[in-house]
């Protein structure tokens, strides 16, 4: 593939943004020209050869961007490669096991063919904005599960099946 790869997300607090940035510069070390983008900005999804889609994960259920995202695009992305990841664990299961995706990502799989799921832990820290965040937080389960070895991996992967 020579074209270029698009990296997009939903995020609420910047987390799923950053394991997003890190798929993009794991992609660039491979070779591959990479743009990253939010989901609620992407006009378009025609001038891409493949699309990676993340979204956090909310009381089960991916981030409303990432999900209007899928929509809106739908008959645009099932005509070319895509992986789709989560983010979202506060804790270490996402590190000891591979998680499967909730359903509602189960089922945007299945609609546009794609060719990967991976769920990587999340980062919710002090500076979060909400109610539940700061619930969440004084109830002691923030922090940073993010594996960024585990990402990168990941990203390798999708390289090696875009790399001609």
């Known amino acids: ?92 299961s996402a590190a000891e096991r591979e998680l499967p995706p909730v359903r509602g990502v189960r089922r945007a799989m299945l609609e546009l063919h794609a060719r990967g799921h991976a769920t990587f832990g999340g980062c919710l820290d002090d500076d979060a904005d909400g109610w539940p965040a700061r619930r969440i937080l004084r109830s002691g389960n923030g922090g940073d599960f993010r594996d960024f070895e585990a990402v990168a991996a990941w990203a390798s992967g999708i390289a090696a099946e875009l790399k001609p």
Do not use: C
Request: proline residues 4%; hydrophobic residues 40%.
């Open 1 to 92: 593939m020579t074209g270029t790869v698009l990296v997009t997300y939903g995020t609420k607090n910047g987390s799923t943004a950053h394991i997003a940035e890190s798929i993009a510069d794991t992609l660039r070390r491979h070779g591959l020209t990479v743009e990253t983008m939010r989901a609620s900005s992407v006009p378009f999804v025609t001038r891409y050869d493949a699309v990676v889609v993340g979204g956090g994960l909310y009381a089960g259920r991916w981030h409303k961007d990432a999900r209007a995202f899928v929509r809106r695009h739908r008959p645009d992305l099932a005509q070319r490669p895509v992986w789709l990841f989560s983010s979202g664990p506060l804790d270490t």
